[in-house]
T-cell receptor, first 115, second 114 residues
Framework: DAGVTQSPTHLIKTRGQQVTLRCSPK?????VSWYQQALGQGPQFIFQ???????QRGNFPDRFSGHQFPNYSSELNVNALLLGDSALYLC??????????????FGPGTRLTVL | AQSVTQLDSHVSVSEGTPVLLRCNYS??????LFWYVQHPNKGLQLLLK??????LVKGINGFEAEFKKSETSFHLTKPSAHMSDAAEYFC????????????FGTGTKLQVIP
């Protein structure tokens, strides 16, 4: 059983460009959450998707957007990249009907470098 | 609102000695609490979780944590450190008000000295 997978592993972009990161959840999971982890920091919650809709959002600007597909996979899009967007982007999946007790399983992350 | 504070950014122990990583939390609801470990260039792995059952929670690799509501703490312990325990550890809180919205602590880097 494959766990959470993310692509690409690494990405280098320049300021002002746009980027799309992808995530496939663990089998049987229907909820995907995205996190940004800057160097030396803990992950910061970006947003969560369930039933193809954004269910909640952290303190991130509208430049950060996402999408969830019918097969539960998800994309994170970042427009007008800034140097400060350089970070490890983590995807986590879980099961929606176990709201409080379920564990989020994390993928290995995508390392984004903005030059 | 929820928050979590990891009281030590770095902890250094000798191999074979006990490990204590401290975490305090704040939550408006009855929280779930988690400890995750992150090895260099690897993803986050769940060590253990508390979800309102037994207050002493046992996890993988010999780690355990005790939920103390009166102290709003969820400290992580291990009786004997191993070299492979060297990593970054994150305390995480999730409460009913947030639909699995989780808040991570800033992390504690554990160094194990041979």
């Amino acid at each position: 059983d494959a766990g959470v997978t993310q692509s690409p592993t690494h990405l280098i972009k320049t300021r002002g460009q746009q980027v799309t990161l992808r995530c496939s959840p663990k089998s049987g999971h229907d909820t995907v959450s995205w996190y940004q982890q800057a160097l030396g920091q803990g992950p910061q919650f970006i947003f969560q998707y369930y039933e193809e809709e954004e269910r909640q959002r952290g303190n991130f600007p509208d430049r950060f957007s996402g999408h969830q597909f019918p097969n539960y996979s998800s994309e994170l899009n970042v427009n007008a990249l800034l140097l400060g967007d350089s970070a490890l982007y983590l995807c986590a999946s879980s099961v929606a009907d176990r709201v409080l007790t379920d564990t989020q399983y994390f993928g290995p992350g995508t390392r984004l470098t903005v030059l | 609102a929820q928050s979590v504070t990891q009281l030590d950014s770095h902890v250094s122990v000798s191999e074979g000695t006990p490990v204590l990583l401290r975490c305090n939390y704040s939550s408006s609801y009855s929280p779930s609490l988690f400890w995750y470990v992150q090895h260099p260039n690897k993803g986050l792995q769940l060590l253990l979780k508390y979800t309102s059952a037994a207050t002493l929670v046992k996890g993988i690799n010999g780690f355990e944590a005790e939920f103390k509501k009166s102290e709003t703490s969820f400290h992580l312990t291990k009786p004997s450190a191993h070299m492979s325990d060297a990593a970054e550890y994150f305390c995480v809180v999730s409460d009913l008000g947030g639909y699995q919205k989780v808040t991570f602590g800033t992390g504690t880097k554990l160094q194990v000295i041979p």
